[in-house]
């Protein structure tokens, strides 16, 4: 189009040539600004979530300042949802009556309660991983 009418001095008054030396980035608020690794955490690590498709999704979490931090890598500088967890309830699923999920154990599993929220499920990989998170999470969820 500018090879056709890039001599019109009548059109070319009407637009503005755009600057293309500044990029352009997308808004970060500024709650999600936390590095995966950052110091200071009571926890972090690989969790797996169900998502509402029931599929299990693995994403690295970091729980700091009673708040957790989800992030897609453990490398990643920005994270991608917030979660304050004050006033959240944690369960553990009953081993004797559930059964494996997905291949995971009863014992791997953990759930966050919220009233007037969905409960968030989350599976550690192993026992000890599960034992870590549950009790970093029963001393943020307390008032």
Known sequence: VEKIYGEDIDLRSRFKRRDISRSVTRFVPQRLKLSANSE??????YLRKKQKNMKWKRCWFVLKDRVLYTYRASE???AIDTLPVLGWQITM??????EPQDSFQPYQMFQLTHPGSQPIMFCAENE???DKWVTAFR????F
């Open 40 to 45: 200071g955490s009571q926890v972090s690590g």
């Open 76 to 78: 990643d500088t920005v």
């Open 93 to 98: 699923l009953d081993q004797k009556t559930s």
């Open 128 to 130: 000890n991983s599960t």
């Open 139 to 142: 001393e943020a969820v307390q």
